[in-house]
């Protein structure tokens, strides 16, 4: 009688706690969040590893936006002319040799031209902006934004002055910068050679490392892998595109309206296309200030280009080029990119997307792998 008691007291406690699905992936959660506890606890443990991502982060992300860009154009061209993955490779690293001398010899002096321009004539726009805000108001918070101005005019109108003045003001010593300036000069050299790697082991990473885990999970770490190289590279070079697409209407807008430092302010809107929604409306304020001390039906002829240019990217170049593809809401951008820059500054401000969709989908498959498992969506 004893010996039934305690076989139905234990089914009783097997039943609801110990076979209980719903305790099991509370228990899940419960040590996730013991895990990340624990992290915080010892998170200086880790700050070496961090140091070393933060060194490898600046080469790593500019050959991965190439490393997108090339690969799909490596694979066709491979198997058109049926030749020789490193050929191709070596042909397309001495193309782009070819157009980084001819960019280095006439589109950047050109681009160098136009900033030191700007430079200089730059402390006469931030007096006239001053006079302009003196002139509307004498409140206190008219003033208070007056002197807050007042803290970016330039002494010295030479370019180069102002270069110095920058690194001056933002660097502690002489030691700071050779180190800022050897990291880049590093990144560049380092960025050609990680790039030639990943487009010669193109497709062996997700089996090497699939290769260390159990038998059973590699068909779904290698799907998972494929969907997240997809989706990164879907992104990345859809975005590249948009940014070449936004830079020629840009150049060629301004162009035609006679605006000052076209090619300049063209290059900057390019680039910040890659920070969705916000990095356009940031790319219009300077040229908004420039064209408004020109005249009143400049601004007008910039708005224009800006309206033409944003139909153009909107309904034609990102449409065709990216899709729906990253299928993320607007809203959900706007705060990972929030989200990014507050943690990681610029990098990740243009990393938070593609990062975002890439966890996105391991933690889709993830769920859906627990649905199938768990039997709790049935």
């Known amino acids: 009688m004893v010996e039934d008691h305690s076989h139905n007291s234990h089914s009783w406690f097997w039943k609801l706690l110990i076979n209980s699905k719903v305790i099991s992936f509370l228990c899940i959660i419960l040590l996730v969040l013991l895990i990340i506890f624990v992290y915080t606890k010892i998170a200086f443990v880790f700050n070496p590893v961090w140091q070393i991502i933060g060194l490898l982060l600046l080469p790593m992300i500019i050959s991965g936006i190439f490393f997108y860009m090339l690969n799909p154009l490596v694979n066709i061209l491979t198997k058109k002319f049926k030749c020789q993955r490193l050929l191709v490779i070596t042909i397309i690293f001495i193309i782009l040799a070819i157009l980084l001398c001819w960019a280095i010899f006439s589109i950047i002096p050109m681009i160098s031209y136009e900033w030191n321009e700007l430079l200089t004539n730059w402390p006469s726009y931030l007096d006239k902006i001053d006079r302009v805000i003196k002139s509307l108001s004498t409140k206190s918070e008219i003033n208070s934004i007056s002197k807050r101005l007042s803290i970016f005019k330039i002494k010295n109108h030479s370019g180069t002055d102002y270069v110095n003045q920058i690194l001056l003001a933002t660097t502690n010593s002489f030691n700071n910068i050779l180190s800022k300036l050897a990291y880049i000069v590093i990144s560049l050299i380092t960025s050609p050679l990680i790039l030639f790697y990943l487009l010669k082991d193109s497709g062996h990473f997700s089996d090497y490392v699939a290769h260390f885990l159990p038998t059973k999970t590699r068909p779904e770490f290698k799907k998972i892998m494929h969907q997240v190289n997809t989706q990164m590279s879907n992104y990345i ?142």
Do not use: D, H
Not at 254 to 283: M, W
């Open 237 to 378: 070079r859809g975005k590249v595109l948009v940014a070449l697409g936004a830079f020629v209407v840009y150049l060629i807008g301004y162009s035609l309206i006679g605006l000052n430092y076209a090619l300049l302010v063209g290059a900057v809107a390019g680039l910040l296309t890659f920070v969705p929604y916000v990095g356009s409306v940031i790319a219009l304020i300077p040229v908004l200030i420039i064209s408004y001390f020109t005249s009143i039906g400049m601004v007008i002829k910039v708005l224009i280009v800006y309206f033409v240019e944003q139909f153009i990217e909107g309904r034609i170049l990102t449409p065709t080029v990216i899709g729906n593809s990253m299928k993320i809401y607007p809203i959900t951008i706007l705060v990972i990119i929030v989200v990014g820059g507050k943690l990681w500054g610029l990098a990740g401000v243009i990393l938070a997307v593609p990062v975002y969709a890439a966890i996105k989908v391991i933690v889709q498959e993830v769920f859906y792998w627990y649905q199938q498992k768990s039997g709790l969506y049935k």
